[in-house]
């Protein structure tokens, strides 16, 4: 039997320029809804487990529309508010080879989600009816809010017993100047209330100021991520190196600590339908591991292989079933299903 | 020669469903760019004058597409500013028969037309370079700066000897509570600087808070007008009554009311493929017959006319020639050309 | 609070060439699912019910696609089985004017729902936990198993304390020889069983061999509504009469008998962009009515009204909210809502 | 068993942009092989006859896919010509309401149908497996080379016993200056050579000069059609009079004179989805009528039916079986056919 | 001067996703009509052939689609019953990279083909208008009257002197437990009775139970191949060995057995944008060069180019000409052909 | 500030078929209005220069859709004559791996461009408003009267002071037989009025006549060019040389010859997702890099990698801007830009 999963965070509605022409070329664009949390959340009822979002959405067409697509996404929506006025967008146009694909945000500080009062929410009743709940620096970075609504959350869930997911997720661009000094001790919090953490070297140097003097980036997570799971007591920290090849096939590279051990799964070698989304798939693969009791190599190659997957798929939500991985995994792709 | 034509308002995307689908039901969108004051421009270039508007939009891609449309369009684009973050956006769900069409907004007080600061625009300069400037009710409803902006503009334009046109365009959604009291004197300001109004019966008993004690609207029109006219020394005043009949056909009479007399146009009946925009293709008829001196009758006829066929075209912007109206005038519609 | 409402029927896919060509002209297909139950069902979720529907669809990519678009029409989908190998499609040529729309179906009989075993549904257990289950003279039509299903729930329902809904539903083609002979006695078991019933004189006079004098449609309607509402005690009968008009608008005028009584609908007139599900929104109409104890002039008029919007929106199954529908009532449609 | 018909032509491309978007607003055209002949032989191929067309394509892609479509269109390719360098092609933009279709032609003048050397085609060979040809105004007005060869094919055609049809078709646009005074003794010449021609009362009074006092179009055919029957020995006369209506509905009745009798359809009112090609299916018609010996009430019926048939369907070539059109003529339209 | 082929096969409705969506995320379908014998007789028409099709389709909007798609095709229909209820469909979603594409049956088994009933087809009669017959292994799979078929109408060809085509394509899913053993003597009997086979080793091993001690597939193959050729007497058998590498290319090498001699073509390598009906484009270039009498290495590289070639092209059907097959066999590939 | 650059050339309306398909397979077209010197302008105007365009379009809507295309592009139309009947316009079937693709050619010698009167431009007064014109050697190879009008204009040019820029662009089929003696007269005018000049040693060998012992195409380019710059005086001559890979990746390598020196970019690899006007973007950073005076270096990386980004987006005609270049050549490209 599958776990109640719930995710804190927001929903945006995504406008994408089909093929490859840019918004000044194109007249129309393809739509969708998505998230950090959406996608994992989504992602996990693929798995067999029940899936909530713990969100706001207007009370308008755009707000209706986002709501039916989360259920066609899976997600129950009984802990979604519909109130505020607005919902975040975003523009994609796609890259290829050497053009990289862009994102335009519209004004997303005054959506539905990131304008929610103080308890709004309830919490405490939340956290009561679910197993796990997924986080995500991205709502650490909006407004003062949106912070508290998260620790609140965190500690709820916490004092009820459930598992709290944190995923790193530093977006530059949204904390402004001085962000990873401002960012610091939002992280610090989250980071002693998980049971699991998405995140690299890159965080631990970053946002938590922590030194090496190790240079190639494996080494540096080998010499990092051990300190931040001591220092944090963090039980589970995962997180994934890309390499974007010259001929524009990506590497994934996965690991998994546990238990003061590393596992690291085999370097994944492919090609890209849509980038946008993976790290979300490698996110929920790691949860389902953990919820399921894999052991570490099978969590960190399902993990991985949820991640390739995603970009053979379109929209920045995992579509796939865990059975659609298992087979992956064991390399059984090739040729026509019939 | 055509006259050099301007006018100050906002441009926002417009994202319509194909079809009779609902947001919730679809998966794209076809994209355009408009607003009332792109419309009434965009037409006059279509009549053989040079289009300008005076606006901003941000320096992303957002905002490169919406200058490229522009120029599409037909319009100049050496008095937009190319600042702030954001572009109004609104999304259109088509209705049809008993079912009216939804227009949902994005939040448009953050775009870059209406954060604009105060100083943005050189209205003295721009004054100098035109012969007619276009403003609209709906800058009046945003804010206090965009209220400033347009009486600046607007005196500067009288000031450099240009003609000004105005367009009462009343949004109740846009002012709130006691949004007639709060828009009147703003609305007095522009009646008295302008050469052009656009309006009709309802606005001079909301807005201007004036009385008659008349039930029907051909007869509130004839006993307010001049009272209008003469209270604010307007030179001309248009606009029309619309009727809509229980087999979804539209009829449309139009007024000009000028040097005291009333002129009025034929009813004209007609089916409708997209009614957006359609007072806007008349405002450009009402000012393209005046810069050219037609008779009041021709001008009254032209006017409605554009807007008629205005509901045959696809977009808010006007897209037929002067020849077509002229065409169509004459009744010479009927079967195919070849 | 809404009531939890079942609907036991098929799920089939539907195919339809867009705009006007035909099959052997286009090359794509808009494709969506739907049926008679999971019509009125959506629609029922739309009026702020929950809504299920007990059916079987195949554990393959065109079940699971089935499956995730009930979730997005707002069905709760625990009472689905997942079993059987296929699911019932159909072709739709859009007509208009003078050239009816055609209907193509592929071979329904082979369907998961159609041959889902006796006993594969727990119709005791679901009983329990639903207020309101609506069944259909279409799955009568299908084979002894269905047959049998439809009496076992129905009893079921009875026996807990449920309210059954059925819709007459007769299609001479899916009954083959004989038809009327054949149905008689199922239709008969299930008039006993209904709390409301839709239908209208055609179904008294073919099916259960009634007979009148009267040649008028009305009159007819009027002389044998009470006495199959008298002969099979049924609470509440209703259903429309539809006039299509030579410029192509239809007419629906609806009727509600009841306590003795009946109570009639305005006649509506309209246009039509989609007739296919009129039917199923006209029946959600009444079994909202009726939940909410609307009187029946307010009952009816709703059922007629939301049975005449249908024709408004695209796909078989009703989308628009209880809200809707009232303004619609109010004759509150006409211009642009912003 | 169906005759075998053939068509003496041109093939064009029809580009059509979708909707009612303007060729300066869209970006993407829908593709079509039609013209005169082609439609008329493909409709004869839908009531059980094997059709043909005379005509050439180029040896290139565009030809490839013209011949390609003319076999989907059910016309054998086995005197079809491939040689020269281009095919016609003319751009369509749907008007609606008011405002009219426009039809903008590429240089068809340098396509390889016109451009086919005199004794390109062996008309002997051909007249000989054939039992009836159609023939087109259009074609005469194209040069030289083309008034010969369609002199030359009907010749043949008549000396081995087969039928002649001519569609007078005259296009003002083709002929130029002092077109009619050029025109008529091509017309003239094919006129006596044709067992069925299709015309009316503006051809006579326009081409072939005659005149009348009276000043209705219904008066000055039955005035002046008898005369022309028995000036140039014709023994079937066909056409029709289209009158459009303020609703954009059209209206059409056809009339028959054969044997110095006129008889005439029923008028039928409908409304439109697409025009062109509505005078080839009529024309279809009536060579189907007279090949199955159909009284002439049944034939003028047929045709004036399969002319308005044409209207509901997308293309200019029709579309519909014998059967369809036979349904709609006893008014078996309606709703839905299952 | 071109030969008359024929095969004997189910035509089914293909509909595929667009793109690289799962059926569960899309809303359209782009469908066309093929099957093994539909491919390669169409395939045969592009290099001078006259094609014909020896199958049934019902009489109903389906049928008339597939019927006008052979057309296109270039498909002779005279052989084509119209008769029974159903026609096959299979749904197609893309998949790409490490994700296989993915093929959804309906019901085939109640197509008018696989229903038609002993002695529909008049085989003996079709035979002597034929000078080669294809048929396949998935025919046989079908159901006892299918085989029955196969078997009469193959001894038919014989017997009026024509060619045998026999293309194993043993499906393990249609033959289910014991395939192989049930499939052993209906092939037995085909390869008898066959001119041209194409096979590879497994179905050597497989379907005819062979033996050898080779481990590596070109070594089984050169080991078994000539006893097939023996054994059943078998003049011509041919195949291929493909090979998907990591980077998602595709390899291709083919052979021909003939006269106790192997040939063989170049390894190609190419890059897919579609797989389905390779096979079928390789077995028209065996046949077409056969029936040439090419030398043996022009046939088989004929062939494999042909196979190589419908990678990149759209739909299961080849489409390129005799001539685009001979550039490419010479690498005239390269830039745009202008 | 931007200079001032017109071309002179032709547009031709350009129709794609989308995807994989051939046109023979498809029913639509993506349309779009291109040339050479419009590729050109337009991608300066993307740098900040002035663009406009000397050409003749017809006053019919095909020249409208091109005008208002013209404008979309940013080039100004006051140089645009409208006159003359067509427009060119060409058919695009893309291919892929080892299918070519294809291009079909309308009649383009009856175009507006081509058939323009002597006189027709007032290119004395053009020469006078712009800093530099670029010429294109497909307009020399259409009739006499091109080649009098490219000779009076770029004369013209050279009186006021403007810079003269030729591309050789030879294209085979349009000068016919003997065609490079045709051409020599004509380009070795062109060359000694010409500032810079687009070419490389193919131009030289075949069209000048040169000769070099070299067999290697780098040697010859090194042997031949600086013979071309000094026999002709250029100042600046510019080219690329490219390499299509098995796996269809290209690979480009540009040189700059100038003061008797060359310069090479790197060899720059990538895939290709349009290649139709990567010559026209190389073009445009030549100039580009001339008027700004970069050095050498700079100009050939910045044109080279205006040429490889050329290959990521759709249509002919270049659309990223001067700083999209700049990030690209620093190898910033990667992951998502947010």
């Known amino acids: 039997m599958g776990k109640n999963i719930a995710a804190f965070g927001e929903v945006m509605m995504r406008l994408q320029v089909p093929g490859y022409e840019l918004l000044s070329q194109a007249n129309n664009l393809h739509y969708s809804f998505s998230g950090t949390g959406v996608n994992v959340v989504s992602a996990m009822t693929n798995y067999g487990h029940q899936g909530y979002l713990v969100s706001a959405l207007p009370a308008n067409p755009l707000g ?15 802990f979604l508010l519909r109130e505020g006025s607005y919902i975040g967008l975003y523009f994609l146009e796609n890259g290829n080879g050497a053009r990289q694909s862009r994102v335009t945000y519209s004004n997303r500080l005054e959506s539905s989600f990131n304008t929610a009062k103080p308890g709004a929410f309830d919490f405490k009743s939340i956290a009561k009816q679910v197993d796990v709940v997924h986080f995500c620096g991205i709502t650490l970075a909006m407004n003062e809010t949106t912070r508290k609504h998260t620790r609140e959350f965190a500690r709820a869930v916490k004092r009820e017993g459930g598992k709290v997911v944190f995923d790193c997720n530093y977006r530059p661009g949204l904390w402004g100047d001085d962000g990873y000094e401002k960012a610091k001790p939002y992280y610090e919090e989250m980071l002693e209330l998980a049971d699991i953490v998405l995140m690299n070297e890159n965080d631990a140097m970053h946002i938590l100021g922590m030194k090496t003097q190790a240079t190639e980036r494996h080494d540096q997570l080998t010499a990092l991520i051990p300190q931040v799971a001591s220092r944090y007591s963090v039980p589970v920290i995962a997180g994934t190196h890309r390499t974007i090849h010259s001929d524009q096939s990506h590497s994934l590279t996965a690991y998994l600590h546990k238990n003061e051990q590393f596992t690291y799964s085999k370097t994944l070698n492919f090609s890209v339908v849509e ?29 991985a292989t949820a991640g390739m997957l995603k970009h053979t798929t379109i929209g920045d939500t995992p579509v796939l079933s865990e059975q659609d991985i298992l087979l992956a995994m064991d390399g059984k792709g090739g040729d026509i299903k019939r």
């Open 275 to 303: 980038r946008i989304g993976a790290g979300d798939a490698f996110t929920s693969g790691i949860i389902h591991g953990e919820l399921q009791d894999f052991p570490e190599d099978k969590t960190v190659a399902f993990a």
């Open 64 to 78: 209706d529309a986002a709501t039916i697509y989360l259920r066609k996404l899976g997600i129950v929506d009984s």
